[in-house]
């Protein structure tokens, strides 16, 4: 198991940060070794026993110190579990990871390392975050997993309530999302509730049938009070508005009355879906006066669209009497600008079609017309 150590001081190469004076002992533990075994071999030689023995009460010593700052500098369970209970937690996962390593108290280091991300589960931000985290983390022991999993349920039944009392449908959609699978109850739960507040939408929007449709979804056992309590709400607001709908059906014009209608049918068939008590007579007779209106309204599209024909064909003759009268106007105002002919077959250099004629072409036979 490797657990990132983040920027702890410590290192995780089974060495746990020794500290220099232990490393500092242990090389002073090799040299008295050395000057020990040394000692012995010129003791033969004539050497005293001080001088042949001290390099080995040196070597024991020195030894004692490396093994117990060793000992003292090692990771421990205990370790963890302070730095976990300070609020620690990257020296607690370091600490653990070195124990692991080490192969020292696994199984208390992993129920440390288990109770760091309960923590996480539990102070998740929100919900969806605690599903993640729980789902990531490959939990150790079967207890802290299913308190996890508590702490998820708890902490959804509060956000579930939460966003019904917010009428968030689109929060508790997300919640039903996330929660499905581990906690399919719940994700049952959310998406019923989301149900429920698209219900009273639609309510309100006055969308009765569709409110009344997507209420037939709601199964759930739990919430069948609340769903019988919309149906009533429901059965009130459509006898309402259909009541409205009869009250306009001979008032206004024919379109609002043909509107009026048409609504008074769909409620009165609406409500006898909801009640199971179908009135046929009304529907038969308000269906005949809705065919009535929707005759007279064709009719008098038909006649409204004929007159608008008539107008546009009105227009395009107008239209086109304008152009011509523009072009009659547009050639007599380019002939009266042409130059006169002469007799001689020459054009006059001052004279034109439109003007006077007194003493044109006098030199050229006189005004034989206008030029083409």
């Avoid at 956000?159 to 999302?177: E, N």
């Avoid at 008074?264 to 529907?283: F, H, N, R």
């Avoid at 024909?309 to 304008?322: C, D, S």
């Amino acid at each position: 198991m490797d657990i990132p150590a983040g920027g702890d001081a410590r290192r995780l190469d089974g060495t746990y940060g020794a500290p220099g004076w232990i490393w500092l002992a242990g090389v002073a533990t090799a040299v008295a070794a050395t000057a020990a075994v040394g000692g012995l071999m010129l003791g033969a030689r004539g050497h005293t026993v001080r001088t042949t023995y001290a390099p080995g009460a040196a070597f024991v010593l020195l030894g004692c110190l490396t093994v117990g700052g060793y000992a003292v500098a090692a990771p421990s369970v205990a370790e963890a579990e302070k730095a976990f209970a300070d609020g620690d937690i990257q020296h607690a996962r370091t600490t653990i990871d070195a124990l692991v390593r080490r192969g020292t108290d696994v199984g208390d280091a992993e129920a440390v390392l288990d109770g760091i991300e309960l923590r996480g589960v539990a102070n998740a931000p929100n919900v969806a975050t605690a599903v993640q985290r729980y789902r990531a983390y490959r939990w150790h022991t079967k207890k802290a997993k299913l308190a996890a999993k508590g702490h998820v349920r708890a902490n959804a039944k509060l956000a579930i309530a939460a966003a019904r009392k917010r009428s968030d449908a689109r929060g508790l959609l997300g919640l039903a999302q996330a929660l499905s699978g581990d906690w399919q109850s719940e994700s049952n739960r959310a998406r019923a509730e989301a149900v429920l507040v698209n219900v009273d939408t639609r309510v309100l929007n006055r969308d009765f049938r569709r409110a009344w449709e997507e209420l037939q979804g709601v199964k759930l056992p739990v919430l069948q009070s609340d769903r019988a309590a919309r149906e009533k709400t429901l059965k009130v607001a459509v006898d309402k508005q259909r009541r409205v709908a009869l009250s306009k059906m001979h008032q206004g014009t024919t379109e609002a009355r043909h509107v009026a209608t048409t609504r008074a049918v769909e409620l009165t068939k609406l409500q006898g879906t909801i009640t199971g008590k179908t009135d046929e007579a009304l529907i038969k007779r308000l269906t005949k006066q809705q065919t009535v209106l929707a005759g007279v309204l064709a009719k008098r599209k038909t006649a409204e669209a004929r007159r608008a024909a008539a107008r546009e064909a009105a227009e395009e003759r107008r239209k086109a009497i304008a152009k011509r009268r523009a072009a009659a106007v547009q050639r007599r105002a380019n002939r009266s600008s042409r130059s006169l002919l002469c007799r001689d077959g020459t054009l006059s250099p001052t004279c034109t079609c439109g003007g006077s004629r007194r003493g044109c072409c006098s030199h050229h036979g006189g005004v034989a017309g206008c030029a083409d």
